[in-house]
């Protein structure tokens, strides 16, 4: 039960949201590279160096990073009140 009337979840607990997000991304982005690497390898693979798996695994990290912070960054109460004024609230401010 949130126990903060009218304050969005995420606001409330937003270190909650951050991780949530970062599963999702998570469970989104791991299947790809597990159909996407053998399918780019056995295209590409004489043409890439050896090393671009890492180099991969390094890009999707980063941007797990970025997902993570832009995540916990839209939490804030004052983006959250941004947002509602722009129309892209949560629309507990109406409840």
């Given at each position: 039960m949130n126990t903060h009337k009218g304050l969005p979840t995420q606001v409330a607990h937003p270190w909650k949201a951050t991780l949530r997000t970062v599963v999702a991304y998570v469970?989104?982005?791991?299947?790809?590279?597990?159909?996407?690497?053998?399918?780019?390898?056995?295209?590409?693979?004489?043409?890439l160096p050896d090393a671009?798996?890492?180099w991969l695994g390094g890009v999707v990290a980063v941007l797990g990073a970025i997902v993570a912070a832009a995540t916990r960054i839209m939490a804030l109460e004052a983006v959250q009140d941004l947002l509602a004024r722009i129309g892209l609230g949560t629309g507990v401010e109406k409840e």
């Open positions: 469970v989104a982005v791991v299947p790809v590279l597990l159909v996407a690497i053998p399918v780019v390898q056995d295209e590409l693979g004489p043409y671009w798996v890492a």
